[in-house]
């Protein structure tokens, strides 16, 4: 069986400020780094090993994978589809910052549209789903780590469970989902403490 772990990229500046990053390139702050370092320490303790890791392209997201599984950035697999949701305009604000339209979007975007110059949260959910389905159709049994973002992390959730709740949850810095994969489908994601 495969067993597939998500796990969001460490603290970075932006995220201390409150300010929306989305596929801007902020790196990892020191405290995102230590954050990472003990995801791979409890990693090893628990003599979790990983054969393959998947990241964002963004450089929080490829550190944090590097730092968590022990492997140098060359070693690890980039895929755009586990990028940030893009927030076009509106990246680096804080929330206090954002309109009225951003405001009730992100509070409900499954039903409210994204505000000119986002990324649309259909085609959010299309290229999560799609990377899933890739996984998904390689037989291999395998442990996997996939580290990405906040919202692309809800966005797997939402592909992976079909519940619009997924929107509201709390992803935190370095927190851990796993599913497995059996006979080419997901079974249910769950947040594990390791």
């Known amino acids: 069986m495969k067993t597939v772990y998500f796990m969001r990229h ?25 954050q990472a370092r003990q995801a791979g320490a409890r990693f090893a303790a628990r003599g979790l090993r990983f054969d393959r890791v998947f990241s964002s392209p963004l450089s929080r997201a490829l550190e944090t994978a590097a730092l968590a599984s022990g492997r140098a950035p060359e070693e690890i697999l980039t895929d755009a589809r586990l990028l940030e949701m ?43 789903g799609e990377f899933l389905r890739e996984l998904a159709a390689d037989g291999t049994d395998e442990q996997v780590l996939v580290v990405s973002h906040g919202v692309a992390i809800r966005s797997v959730i939402r592909n992976l469970c079909g519940d619009e709740s997924a929107w509201k949850m709390p992803i935190e810095n370095c927190v851990l989902y796993q599913c497995g994969v059996e006979d080419g489908a997901f079974t249910e994601i769950v947040k594990v403490t390791v």
């Open 10 to 34: 460490g603290e970075t500046d932006l995220n201390r400020e409150g300010r929306m990053q989305g596929q801007s390139d902020f790196p990892l702050n020191e405290t995102g780094r230590e």
């Open 86 to 128: 893009g927030y076009g305009p509106y990246e680096a604000l804080t929330f206090e910052q954002l309109g009225p339209d951003v405001f009730h979007f992100l509070h409900d975007p499954e039903h409210i549209p994204a505000p000119e110059g986002m990324e649309p949260i259909p085609a959010l959910v299309r290229r999560t």
